[in-house]
């Protein structure tokens, strides 16, 4: 089945610092991904849509600046955090959908995710 | 914009009791609906989905969901529980095909033995 691979799995930096998180899919192409945060016992909240060769569009009251989203490839996004703070610490998650039509598409597939801590 | 309201924030059960997780839709035109029950320390695994056809959708583990448009709800169902239910279930609408996918609050189920 389709694979989303996501690296790293877990992550602890310094203030001040920047991080970035690669999100690879791994037997399909993807020409879109999506990058999602998620608190402890809370949902998963929209962060941007990343666009093969386009800029990512980003959801309201996300920071483009502090979360720099690069898709460079048809099976590479990344996520960078820049100038990371304590609050950016979360679970980050990101997802394609492999679908090519038909009665099994519509499946979006999730990477494990990556535990951010900024200390 | 689509927004998705999930009723219940935790659940509670015992074991061979029915489950019923309550999910309302925000949005005007189609959409297709998702439930995805994440288990503790792993990622997302899709239940079920519904994109068209018969309102009433039958999933992995037993799980099933019915659409009812007038409602705009999506309800997940499954007639007796198990331990190893517990989990977080999230319930999840897009507009489009592959579009963006807009997530429910989540319900964590605990489900006692």
């Known amino acids: 089945g389709a694979v989303v691979s996501q690296h790293p799995s877990r992550v602890i930096c310094k203030s001040g610092t920047s991080v970035k998180i690669e999100c690879r899919s791994l037997?399909?192409?993807?020409?879109?991904m999506f990058w999602y945060r998620q608190f402890p016992k809370q949902s998963l909240m929209l962060m941007a849509t990343?666009?093969?060769?386009?800029?990512?569009?980003?959801e309201q009251g996300v920071e483009k600046d502090k979360f720099l989203i690069n898709h460079a490839s048809l099976t590479l996004s990344t996520l960078t955090v820049t100038s990371a703070h304590p609050e950016d610490s979360s679970f980050y998650i990101c997802?394609?959908?492999?679908?090519?039509?038909?009665?099994?598409?519509?499946?979006?597939?999730f990477g494990s995710g990556t535990r951010l801590t900024v200390v | 914009a689509q927004s998705v309201s999930q009723h219940n924030h935790h659940v509670i059960l015992s074991e061979a009791a029915s489950l019923e997780l309550g999910c309302n839709y925000s949005y005007g035109g189609t959409v297709n609906l998702f439930w995805y029950v994440q288990y503790p320390g792993q990622h997302l695994q899709l239940l079920l989905k519904y994109f068209s056809g018969d309102p009433l959708v039958k999933g992995i583990k037993g799980f099933e969901a019915e659409f009812i448009k007038s409602k705009f709800s999506f309800n997940l169902r499954k007639p007796s529980v198990q331990w190893s239910d517990t989990a977080e279930y999230f319930c999840?609408?897009?507009?489009?095909?592959?579009?963006?996918?807009?997530f429910g609050q989540g319900t964590e189920l605990s489900v006692k033995p």
């Open positions: 990343s666009n093969e060769g386009s800029k990512a569009t980003y």
């Open positions: 999840a609408v897009n507009a489009r095909v592959r579009g963006k996918l807009i």
């Open positions: 997802s394609a959908n492999p679908g090519t039509g038909g009665a099994q598409d519509y499946g979006y597939t």
């Open positions: 037997d399909f192409q993807a020409t879109t």
